[in-house]
């Protein structure tokens, strides 16, 4: 294996950058429990460098409860928490924040010792720098959506929410993605088939639910209507509409609707996906593939109305948030092994026609 820039494999970078992914998948489950258990306020102050270092004695912690007790969540909803109640969600944001710090160091130093041992392909290391930047824009993007919540609200806005989560997900599936290329090389040029749109359709699809997940985090609408299929006895449930198109983000009911109807035409494009795989016999594993997206799809699904039902506990609350990331991890290696293979057209029909 060459060392040098140019369109050379580096498994030395894949390794890399799939570590790095793992640590921002980390950080989407404790961003979600940070979430479920209300523990996204509890810092009121964004430190990037100083507030790495926790409350260190009496006076700190003191004068930290202090600064959570001059927010609305705590008047209108903790008022009378004891300061050890305080320290109980303190150590929830703390721990996501660093996450954030850690993930930082570790994409940016390795970054520099490979690029200086010239172990990054050339073609790659645009990818890493822009991977590097939304990662600074995460962190500008987490206070942003923490300070909705630090003067007229008792929570963080929906909408700053989703964006938030967007982002880690859109750097999870680019480190993974890169990942992939780093570590098979450079790939000849091929024009898109049919099957690598369907493939990035599913992805769009999957990453769009995940957004269709954030803003039901934000809202609290998973709290709210917990029977299934019916919504309290209906289909549809009703809609606060003086709101305008606010409601899309802000109405429980609204907002719960639409993750449950693009569930469902998820499931149905990925299942037909998965069939029409299995129909044209595909090669270098892509019918695999598709079936195990097909797979997380429906055990994602199942895991979605189970957490409802038990009107989300905090563990299956965060085993269906860490599961939207696994699911949207799964399309983005369909999506790069349909562009490596490059099957044959939709419209070409199946190998053997007695399928």
Not at 113 to 135: D, K, N, T, Y
Not at 162 to 182: M, S
Not at 259 to 284: N, P
Not at 334 to 349: A, C, D
């Amino acid at each position: 294996m060459k060392r040098l820039f140019g369109g050379e494999e580096s498994r030395a970078t894949a390794i890399w950058l799939w570590s790095v992914a793992a640590l921002v998948f980390a950080m989407v489950v404790v961003g979600g429990v940070t979430r479920l258990t209300g523990s996204g306020l509890s810092i009121t102050e964004w430190k990037p460098i100083m507030g790495a270092i926790p409350p260190m004695n009496a006076a700190d912690w003191a004068e930290a409860f202090e600064k959570y007790r001059a927010i609305p969540q705590y008047e209108q909803v903790n008022a009378g928490m004891t300061l050890g109640e305080f320290k109980g969600i303190f150590w929830w944001e703390w721990a996501h924040r660093f996450l954030g710090r850690l993930i930082g160091l570790a994409f940016a130093l390795p970054f520099a010792v490979l690029l200086l041992m010239r172990r990054i392909p050339r073609r790659l290391i645009g990818r890493c720098v822009a991977l590097l930047a939304l990662g600074g824009l995460q962190g500008l993007i987490g206070w942003w959506m923490v300070s909705s919540g630090l003067s007229e609200r008792v929570d963080v806005a929906p909408e700053r929410l989703t964006v938030h989560l967007g982002l880690a997900l859109l750097i999870f599936g680019g480190l993974i993605w890169t990942g992939l290329e780093a570590w098979n090389g450079e790939e000849n040029s091929r024009s898109p088939s049919g099957w690598s749109w369907g493939a990035g359709l599913l992805l769009a699809a999957v990453f769009l639910q995940c957004l269709l997940g954030g803003l039901v985090a934000g809202a609290k609408a998973g709290f709210v209507y917990t029977d299934w299929p019916l919504m309290n006895g209906a289909v549809f449930p009703p809609v606060e509409w003086g709101a305008g198109a606010l409601a899309f983000l802000h109405d429980q009911g609204l907002v719960q609707f639409n993750h449950r109807v693009w569930a469902y035409v998820l499931l149905a494009a990925g299942t037909g996906y998965a069939v029409q795989a299995w129909r044209w016999r595909l090669a270098e594993g892509l019918g695999a593939s598709a079936f195990v997206l097909a797979a997380a799809l429906w055990l994602q699904a199942a895991l979605g109305i189970v957490t409802l039902m038990h009107a989300v506990p905090l563990w299956l609350g965060a085993l269906h948030q860490a599961g939207a990331a696994l699911v949207l991890a799964v399309a983005t290696v369909n999506l790069w092994l349909v562009r490596r293979s490059q099957p044959r057209l939709f419209i070409s029909g199946p190998r053997s026609r007695g399928l």
